[in-house]
């Protein structure tokens, strides 16, 4: 019954912006830390950035830092990363993900997880 389902992945020329969507069903995101992963061919996936429930606490790997925006609308149940200046680099499959508890979410070992959605940023 739980799902996850991204949105707003495509292609893009680097410099370019891109706003990813996650609706969440079968689950109250009000309860939720939420964040955004991301894996590139060849390597591990990586978190990239989360936010805890109630908002007030947020983490951005450093290679995003600067350029990516997580947020969430708990009355839409629905998670986003607005993605600006993109670069080459940021290629990969971008996951969405939920978990009560902020840590667990964020070391991968449990939790509820999309589907992924693929963000190609080429000339």
């Known amino acids: 019954q739980v799902q996850l389902v991204e949105s707003g992945g495509g292609l893009v020329q680097p410099g370019g912006s891109l706003r990813l969507s996650c609706v969440a069903s079968?689950?109250?995101?009000?309860?939720?830390?939420i964040g955004w992963f991301r894996q590139a061919p060849g390597k591990t996936r990586e978190g990239v950035s989360s936010?805890?429930?109630?908002?007030?606490?947020?983490y951005y790997a450093d290679s995003v830092k600067g350029r990516f925006t997580i947020s969430r609308d708990n009355a839409k149940n629905t998670m986003y990363l607005q993605m600006n200046n993109l670069k080459p680099e940021d290629t990969a499959v971008y996951y969405c993900?939920?978990?009560?508890?902020?840590?667990?979410?964020?070391?991968?070992?449990?939790?509820?997880w999309g589907q992924g959605t693929q963000v190609t940023v080429s000339s």
């Open positions: 079968g689950l109250n995101l009000d309860y939720y830390a």
């Open positions: 993900a939920a978990d009560l508890d902020l840590e667990l979410l964020f070391k991968q070992t449990r939790g509820y």
């Open positions: 936010i805890s429930n109630s908002g007030g606490y947020t």
